[in-house]
């Protein structure tokens, strides 16, 4: 097999969820033959188990997962488009942290390359105030959780933030994983402000961009962020880039968030992708 040398890296695609359930193996083999190379993370043991399972039956360098329990997994709701965009409506299924089963994966494979994804998501907050700290302190546990099982087995953390940017940086502000993981890991998705995307960097954390920064106008965040500080993703099946030609997102066109950084920052698509590529090797070791 001549040697893979990856362009892109796709450091968050879901190609372990249902959306691919009946074609998985050829958008994986699509995004290889392209020359990009996928991190998958879970979002529940199911999905981590899949991840896993990817990364086990390729066996290829740049086929990687993660493996966490999502934060909006926490709890019964009705997922619907208006929340994730190009989502079929889904009903979620509870989901206690059982860390006896996340290490258990975290055992059985060496191609586990981070904790993820795993964080905190204020979306769509109880509005009785009792049920609301509950809520959030039940998400922040949880987290807390999840971080310390990462640090224990000295993986980096792949995380999830919506609307809840400042009690995620005191959280990694006060967890050893922060200091003890060099790098700790990735914001992934990112849509926080400039203030707080400059104390996420101060603490060591990597920012990754997806197709939100096509929704969203994050151009002056993007300007502020090092490009040696920011990793490509796509969060397939989700956020597809409005030229991607296609409704479900796949790890391939994480070309079309390369170049618009390229655009932004008015530098080249060679240097963005050298460089990202770069900091995936430093963050994930791949
Ligand atoms: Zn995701």
Request: glycine residues 6%; negative net charge; proline residues 5%.
């Given at each position: 097999?001549?040697?893979?040398?990856?362009?892109?890296?796709?450091?968050?695609?879901?190609?372990?969820?249902n959306?691919?359930?009946?074609?998985?193996?050829e958008?994986?083999?699509?995004?290889?033959?392209?020359?990009?190379?996928?991190?998958?993370?879970?979002?529940?043991?199911?999905?981590?188990?899949?991840?896993v399972?990817?990364a086990?039956?390729?066996?290829?360098?740049?086929?990687?997962?993660?493996?966490?329990?999502?934060?909006?997994?926490?709890?019964?709701?009705?997922?619907?488009?208006s929340?994730?965009?190009g989502?079929?409506?889904?009903?979620?299924?509870?989901e206690?942290?059982?860390?006896?089963?996340?290490?258990?994966?975290?055992?059985?494979?060496?191609?586990i390359?981070?904790?993820?994804?795993?964080?905190?998501?204020?979306?769509?907050?109880?509005?009785?105030?009792r049920?609301?700290e509950f809520?959030?302190?039940?998400?922040?546990?949880?987290?807390?959780?999840?971080?310390?099982?990462?640090?224990?087995?000295?993986k980096?953390?792949?995380?999830?933030?919506?609307?809840?940017?400042d009690d995620?940086?005191?959280?990694?502000?006060?967890?050893?994983?922060?200091?003890?993981i060099r790098?700790?890991?990735?914001?992934?998705c990112?849509?926080?402000?400039?203030?707080?995307?400059n104390?996420?960097?101060?603490?060591?954390?990597?920012?990754?961009?997806n197709?939100?920064?096509?929704?969203?106008?994050?151009?002056?965040?993007?300007?502020?962020?090092?490009?040696?500080?920011i990793?490509?993703?796509?969060?397939?099946?989700y956020?597809?880039?409005?030229?991607?030609?296609t409704?479900?997102?796949?790890?391939?066109?994480?070309?079309?968030v390369?170049?618009?950084i390229?655009?932004?920052?008015?530098?080249?698509?060679?240097?963005?992708?050298?460089?990202?590529?770069?900091?995936?090797?430093?963050?994930?070791?791949?």
């Open positions: 097999m001549a040697e893979f040398e990856p362009k892109l890296i796709d450091t968050h695609g879901h190609v372990n969820f959306a691919f359930k009946d074609d998985g193996d958008v994986i083999k699509r995004a290889l033959d392209a020359g990009v190379g996928i991190i998958m993370p879970g979002s529940q043991i199911d999905t981590s188990k899949r991840a399972e990817y086990e039956k390729l066996n290829h360098p740049y086929i990687r997962a993660a493996v966490g329990l999502h934060p909006i997994h926490l709890e019964d709701i009705e997922v619907d488009d929340e994730v965009e989502q079929v409506k889904f009903h979620t299924r509870k206690d942290f059982r860390r006896a089963a996340y290490e258990d994966l975290l055992k059985s494979s060496d191609k390359v981070a904790m993820g994804e795993v964080g905190l998501d204020y979306w769509r907050l109880p509005e009785d105030e049920e609301l809520y959030k302190e039940r998400q922040i546990d949880t987290l807390n959780s999840q971080l310390d099982l990462a640090l224990d087995y000295k980096p953390a792949i995380l999830h933030c919506r609307k809840a940017h995620l940086l005191s959280i990694l502000e006060s967890h050893g994983i922060t200091n003890a790098p700790p890991g990735v914001i992934h990112y849509t926080g402000n400039k203030n707080q995307l104390a996420f960097l101060a603490l060591g954390w990597y920012i990754g961009y197709g939100i920064i096509f929704k969203l106008n994050l151009d002056n965040v993007i300007k502020e962020t090092p490009l040696d500080r990793l490509l993703e796509t969060d397939s099946p956020l597809t880039p409005p030229n991607a030609g409704e479900r997102n796949e790890p391939i066109f994480v070309k079309h390369a170049e618009k390229a655009e932004i920052k008015q530098v080249s698509f060679e240097e963005v992708a050298r460089q990202t590529r770069e900091n995936t090797r430093k963050v994930f070791g791949i």
